[in-house]
């Protein structure tokens, strides 16, 4: 009686039903807005995959067009330099998108397992020191978290929701980069390059004439979605609703995640072990106009008042890429009472490196902010350069 109905419930979803003929699912290792990840083993050879499942009942058109752009993303970033940063994209089994008579409408993304864990978890256990999280530990995973997003920005992808969920890390500490729901690939036209003005000089020119052409880029329509990345880790030009952003926005997330290890570094012991927000370096509750703010407290720790008060100080050239006198003004009148950060003096000796490193990633000025391949160039990562090339 009941293989009776399991097996009429699987002629009901014709995609679960082709899925099970080669799968076999195993458990529950994640949960999302639009579905679970489940880890299954491949009958045939016993290996284990990671399939995506999102139920597409009632699901807005928008979803849709989002799940299709992920999964074409993951397919094309599989072919190029990102390959081995990113889980392998096996198969997708789906029923048929605009078929609305059927009961149930699915989709299974079937991709390489990654064995390990979500950054997120490792940086869980870092601060409760259930791992003892060393600074050349950390100076391992940016470097290999930096090379997965130069990669994939050298596919021109922007992956727009960099956050330590979104990163699996392996006992190796080699991390791949997952969830491609808000990827998408740059804009043409942008007004950014992945190669950043290295001199003082080139940076006042680069900003003048950033200045100079405000009221034309003012008129250009916007590009790019306003609401990506996750709060604790957006960029400033995305919290301002700039018309458009790039590759930084993700640069500013890795240098987010960075400040949050470096909190969790066993020779820097001063964080409470129960208070996840402790760790976060922009403690921003709201994000107005995204995500408004209601009251006074959340009014005070906006995500851009959060974000000068601890970067400080921002001159003429680091603001000349906002588009209206307005907002310029109001940006550095924010910063303006405390002195420019410069993260080398806040932590201890052993993590001045990455603090260097730090300071490149949460450049205000999107423009001037260093890209993941410039990143990778710093003294810090020498040893490990060497170690990588083959
Ligand atoms: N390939 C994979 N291997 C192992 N675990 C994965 C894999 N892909 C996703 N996960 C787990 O599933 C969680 C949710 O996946 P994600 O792609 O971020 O979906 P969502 O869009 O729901 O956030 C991740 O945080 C991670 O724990
Ligand atoms: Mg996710």
């Not at 003892?132 to 992956?159: D, P, Q, W, Y």
């Not at 100079?212 to 609401?227: C, I, M």
Request: glycine share 4%.
């Amino acid at each position: 009686m009941q293989q009776h109905s399991r097996k009429q419930s699987l002629t009901n979803r014709k995609a679960l039903h082709e899925l099970s003929k080669s799968y076999e699912l195993m458990e529950v290792i994640g949960r999302g807005v639009e579905g679970s990840v489940l880890r299954a083993a491949e009958i045939k050879t016993g290996k284990n995959v990671a399939i995506k499942h999102i139920k597409l009942d009632q699901m807005h058109p928008y979803i849709i067009k989002k799940l299709i752009r992920e999964v074409q993303i993951q397919r094309e970033l599989s072919l190029g330099p990102a390959a081995e940063f990113i889980p392998k994209m096996v198969s997708v089994v789906t029923d048929d998108l605009l078929q609305e008579s059927l009961e149930h409408r699915e989709m299974f993304i079937v991709m390489e397992y990654v064995d390990g864990m979500t950054l997120k978890q490792f940086i869980d256990k870092a601060q409760s020191r259930e791992i003892e999280l060393t600074s050349s530990m950390c100076t391992t995973i940016v470097f290999n978290l930096l090379r997965a997003v130069a990669a994939v920005h050298k596919s021109n992808v922007i992956h727009r929701d960099i956050k330590p969920a979104n990163i699996l890390i392996k006992k190796d500490l080699n991390v791949k980069l997952c969830d491609f729901g808000l990827a998408r690939t740059c804009p043409s036209g942008s007004d950014f390059r992945i190669e950043v003005p290295h001199t003082k000089d080139a940076r006042k020119d680069l900003a003048k004439s950033l200045y100079e052409s405000r009221h034309e880029r003012r008129q250009k329509p916007r590009q790019v979605s306003p609401h990506v990345v996750s709060r604790i880790y957006r960029a400033p030009e995305v919290a301002l609703l700039h018309p458009t952003y790039s590759f930084p926005i993700d640069v500013w997330a890795v240098g987010c995640i960075i400040a949050e290890l470096l909190q969790c570094v066993s020779e820097y012991h001063e964080l409470s072990a129960e208070d996840e927000y402790a760790r976060y370096l922009f403690k921003a509750i709201s994000c107005d106009p995204l995500s408004p703010s209601g009251s006074v407290e959340e009014m005070e720790n906006d995500l851009l008042k959060v974000i000068l008060r601890i970067l400080g100080r921002q001159g003429t050239a680091d603001v000349q890429f906002l588009n209206r006198k307005g907002v310029m003004k109001i940006v550095k009148k924010i910063g303006e009472e405390n002195p420019k950060i410069k993260f080398a003096d806040e932590f201890p000796e052993s993590c001045k490196g990455l603090a260097k490193v730090l300071q490149g990633c949460l450049m205000f000025n999107p423009h001037f902010r260093y890209s993941a391949e410039m990143l990778l160039d710093q003294p810090v990562f020498s040893d490990l350069r060497m170690l990588s090339c083959p």
